[in-house]
């Protein structure tokens, strides 16, 4: 999304559940919106195959650490 996009998306979503959003938090709310926008489009560039199925448990786990 471009930053003008996430604005319009932003204000729009804001009026619509009727939430007053302070000048004083729209910078960050716009940052957080446009690091969320950078999330999706990484996931959704996984390609899937059609019988791909979410899991019934998520677990995650610690990253190995690498020797230096």
Do not use: C, N, W
Not at 13 to 25: K, R
Request: proline share 12%; hydrophobic share 55%; aromatic share 8%.
């Amino acid at each position: 999304m471009t930053p003008t996009q996430i604005e319009s998306y932003v204000d729009a979503a804001a009026a619509a559940l009727a939430l007053p959003l302070s000048p004083a938090h729209r910078p960050g709310v716009l940052r957080y919106f446009a690091l969320a926008a950078e999330f999706a489009a990484l996931l959704e560039s996984v390609p899937l195959a059609m019988s791909a199925e979410p899991a019934v448990h998520f677990a995650p786990v610690a990253p190995e650490e690498k020797d230096a």
